[in-house]
């Protein structure tokens, strides 16, 4: 994400720092309400990494959860959002159950590590300890 500064400066005041939002859909809903356009570079590629779908489903729910207070805090949630996020709750366990037996090391699926206890990857939300803003 790249934002110019002059936006920045419009939306600071309203930008929130509560750890349980997120903050880059908190900051586009910002700007979006100060009529700043939102772009999407379609040609620019990205490399991404599938960590996020070894995060437990019970934890994938807490970060769904962060998406719909998001939402909410801005006034935009819609039935159809919120159908959507929980969607991708569902949609998560199935990706989570192929990722989970995955032994990278191995380059192989294993029944043993999909029942082994792993630590979680955590997620970037209620680790923010600042205080909230707007």
């Known amino acids: 994400m790249a934002i110019r500064k002059s936006a920045w400066h419009r939306v600071e005041p309203m930008v929130s720092t509560d750890a349980e939002l997120h903050e880059d859909l908190?900051?586009?809903?910002?700007?979006?309400?100060?009529?700043?356009?939102?772009?999407?570079?379609?040609?620019?590629?990205?490399?991404v990494s599938p960590r996020r779908a070894l995060t437990p489903p019970s934890k994938f729910g807490e970060y769904i959860e962060c998406g719909i207070r998001t939402f909410e805090r801005h006034g935009v949630m819609t039935p159809e959002r919120r159908k959507?996020?929980?969607?991708?709750?569902?949609?998560?366990?199935?990706?989570?159950?192929?990722?989970?037996?995955?032994?990278?090391?191995?380059?192989?699926?294993?029944?043993?590590?999909?029942?082994?206890?792993?630590?979680?990857?955590?997620?970037?939300?209620?680790?923010?300890?600042?205080?909230?803003?707007?």
Do not use: E
């Open 26 to 47: 908190d900051l586009a809903l910002c700007l979006t309400a100060v009529d700043v356009k939102l772009a999407q570079l379609s040609d620019m590629n990205v490399d």
């Open 84 to 134: 959507a996020l929980r969607l991708h709750w569902w949609w998560h366990i199935l990706v989570f159950a192929v990722y989970r037996p995955y032994d990278p090391a191995k380059g192989r699926y294993s029944v043993r590590r999909l029942f082994s206890p792993a630590p979680p990857r955590v997620l970037p939300v209620g680790t923010n300890t600042a205080p909230h803003v707007g």
